[in-house]
T-cell receptor
Framework: DAGITQSPRHKVTETGTPVTLRCHQT?????MYWYRQDPGHGLRLIHY???????DKGEVSDGYSVSRSKTEDFLLTLESATSSQTSVYFC????????????FGPGTRLTVL | GESVGLHLPTLSVQEGDNSIINCAYS??????FIWYKQESGKGPQFIID?????DKRQGQRVTVLLNKTVKHLSLQIAATQPGDSAVYFC??????????FGPGTRLSVLP
């Protein structure tokens, strides 16, 4: 398995507070992704990165921002968490693009009260 | 754990039987498809992939079938084992960009 870790693994926070989730990969993969997973929706893309400092929005990007200052780290920030952002968040990475499998991290369960 | 899907469709099979999990994809232009397995508390794990210029691909105990006419993908697992119990979902993409994932099917293997 690719070396992808996420931190924290679990977090409970209150509405209106900022939250940052971290994804770290040791595979020198160029592309990294943040997804959220909710019942009935499957995985939905929040943001992705195609290189250091190069990011773009996904399907459900509202309320989220990302940063990629180093190849190995991809941060997801909720500037002001809302209850609708309660979800399980997965990070993924892939070396290339185009018929390449994505390697996923173990996930972060975020609860916004 | 970090799995979701308490209300997923469930397929129950006897240990040793073959399993068939189906997926309807949405974009007729999608050219690359992946099947993932997700065990409770873990992230999705790659099982097998197929490109749109193929209609069948085999791996170890798994076969993926692609029917582009009806936008349908299936995953066949031979001789299903208890360790195969998990949530399975398909993903489609165009040019390998921005995968769209299905909601998943829970496979339950009965002893």
């Amino acid at each position: 398995d690719a070396g992808i870790t996420q931190s924290p693994r679990h977090k409970v926070t209150e509405t209106g507070t900022p939250v940052t989730l971290r994804c770290h990969q040791t595979e020198n993969h160029r592309y990294m992704y943040w997804y959220r997973q909710d019942p009935g929706h499957g995985l939905r893309l929040i943001h992705y990165s195609y290189g250091v400092k190069d990011t773009d929005k996904g399907e459900v990007s509202d309320g989220y921002s990302v940063s990629r200052s180093k190849t190995e780290d991809f941060l997801l920030t909720l500037e002001s968490a809302t209850s609708s952002q309660t979800s399980v968040y997965f990070c993924a990475s892939v070396q290339g693009q185009g018929a390449d499998e994505q390697f996923f991290g173990p996930g972060t369960r975020l609860t916004v009260l | 754990g970090e799995s979701v899907g308490l209300h997923l469709p469930t397929l129950s099979v006897q240990e040793g039987d073959n399993s068939i999990i189906n997926c309807a994809y949405s974009n007729s232009a999608s050219d690359y498809f992946i099947w993932y397995k997700q065990e409770s508390g873990k992230g999705p794990q790659f099982i097998i992939d197929i490109r749109s210029n193929m209609d069948k691909r085999q791996g170890q105990r798994v076969t993926v079938l692609l029917n582009k006419t009806v936008k349908h993908l299936s995953l066949q697992i031979a001789a299903t084992q208890p360790g195969d119990s998990a949530v399975y979902f398909c993903a489609e993409s165009l040019y390998g960009q921005n995968f769209v994932f299905g909601p998943g099917t829970r496979l339950s293997v009965l002893p």
